[in-house]
């Protein structure tokens, strides 16, 4: 299961609407950006993550060329752009999500896209939204039980000493 954060505008708009405009960005790693980093940074319009992968991808093509490197190492050097892109993509389209007046409306655990707007828009209450069937979440309660003994690496919670 994944992690997806939504984000909705912040003007107000009738529930339609709304839900029409309600992005869901996938939490963690991103392989598109990995494998095609310069045109999924410009289709998403990240042009602060273009501009600066650009200065990555140059910078170690550079230095690629002036360090005595063989090819495998030069290559290397050349995929720090793309990791850079893989790792924080997702977090520079949330960033400009905010930039642009939207709002952190809420996250959900979901196996893909549409189970994740499936139970954001279930739970929201949304208009002519499907309710589908889901296999129910295994939860883990807030705090520490009480029947627990172990808490992290330690054999009991101070508190029950």
């Known amino acids: ?43 998403n319009r990240l042009w602060l993550g273009t501009l600066i992968y650009v200065a990555i991808a140059g910078v170690a093509g550079l230095g690629g060329s002036l360090l005595p490197l063989n090819d495998q190492a030069g290559a290397l050097l050349a995929l ?3 990791l850079y892109a893989g790792f924080e993509g997702n977090d520079l389209y949330r960033r400009k999500l905010l930039k642009r007046g939207f709002v952190h409306a809420g996250s959900v655990l979901a196996r ?12 929201r209450g949304a ?31 101070e508190g029950l000493r």
């Open 1 to 43: 299961m994944r992690m997806w954060t939504a984000y909705e505008p912040r003007t107000p708009t009738s529930a339609e609407q709304r839900a029409d405009q309600t992005v869901l960005v996938k939490d963690g790693f991103s392989w598109p950006a990995l494998l095609i980093p310069l045109p999924w940074l410009l289709v």
């Open 80 to 82: 720090i752009g793309n």
């Open 112 to 123: 893909n896209r549409t189970e994740a707007e499936l139970v954001f828009f279930e739970g």
């Open 127 to 157: 208009p002519d939204i499907v309710h589908a069937t889901l296999a129910p979440m295994k939860t883990m309660p807030a705090g520490p039980s009480a029947a627990c003994d172990v808490l992290g690496l330690f054999p009991r919670p």
